[in-house]
T-cell receptor, first 114, second 115 residues
Framework: ETGVTQSPTHLIKTRGQQVTLRCSSQ?????VSWYQQALGQGPQFIFQ???????GRGNFPPRFSGLQFPNYSSELNVNALELDDSALYLC?????????????FGPGTRLTVT | DQQVKQNSPSLSVQEGRISILNCDYT??????FLWYKKYPAEGPTFLIS?????DKNEDGRFTVFLNKSAKHLSLHIVPSQPGDSAVYFC??????????????FGAGTQVVVTP
């Protein structure tokens, strides 16, 4: 069974640029959630994708967007990067809603915005 | 507003002793609760969970207690081992269809287990 993988591991971008982060979900999981973890804080929910559609969103602006593909992998896109976007971005996969509420996290992508 | 609070940023415990981590939440609508452990450079790892219909769940050395009236949960680790040194996050959620899987996390407690 393959776990959740994320790429890239680290990324450095300049303010105003755009970034795409990628996530492959665990085998058998069709729901992917994205979280942002700033230094010294817990992960904050960005949004969730289920069956290739956004299934809920946290308190993040529209410049944070995502996609889910037929193989359940997912992308997180952030436009017009700001310094405060510097954080660890975590992807979590889970079985369909209603089956299990445990989420399994990838190792994260560390984004630094300068 | 912070709906999930872990008021102890750090905890130091001797090997073999009990570690007790605490978590408070504000919204009585939350009905499932999880604990995650995180090592540096890794993603959070699921440890144990409990739903609101229970007040205790045990898995090996890990036990989670839920006090719904106090909106409080705790994680007990007995006995503590050096490999337990990590950051522990509590996470809460609701099992409604439109909120499924949208977890809210506390800020974490850094546990250090000393020999």
């Amino acid at each position: 069974e393959t776990g959740v993988t994320q790429s890239p591991t680290h990324l450095i971008k300049t303010r105003g640029q755009q970034v795409t982060l990628r996530c492959s979900s665990q085998s058998g999981h069709n729901t992917v959630s994205w979280y942002q973890q700033a230094l010294g804080q817990g992960p904050q929910f960005i949004f969730q994708y289920y069956r290739e559609e956004e299934n809920g969103r946290g308190n993040f602006p529209p410049r944070f967007s995502g996609l889910q593909f037929p193989n359940y992998s997912s992308e997180l896109n952030v436009n017009a990067l700001e310094l405060d976007d510097s954080a660890l971005y975590l992807c979590a996969s889970s079985p369909p809603p209603g089956s299990s509420y445990e989420q399994y996290f990838g190792p994260g992508t560390r984004l630094t915005v300068t | 507003d912070q709906q999930v609070k872990q008021n102890s940023p750090s905890l130091s415990v001797q090997e073999g002793r009990i570690s007790i981590l605490n978590c408070d939440y504000t919204n009585s609508m939350f009905d499932y609760f999880l604990w995650y452990k995180k090592y540096p450079a890794e993603g959070p790892t699921f440890l144990i969970s409990i739903s609101s219909i229970k007040d205790k769940n045990e898995d090996g050395r890990f036990t989670v207690f839920l006090n719904k009236s106090a909106k409080h949960l705790s994680l007990h680790i007995v006995p503590s081992q050096p490999g337990d040194s990590a950051v522990y996050f509590c996470a809460v959620g609701t099992m409604t269809t439109d909120s499924w899987g949208k977890l809210q996390f506390g800020a974490g407690t850094q546990v250090v287990v000393t020999p």
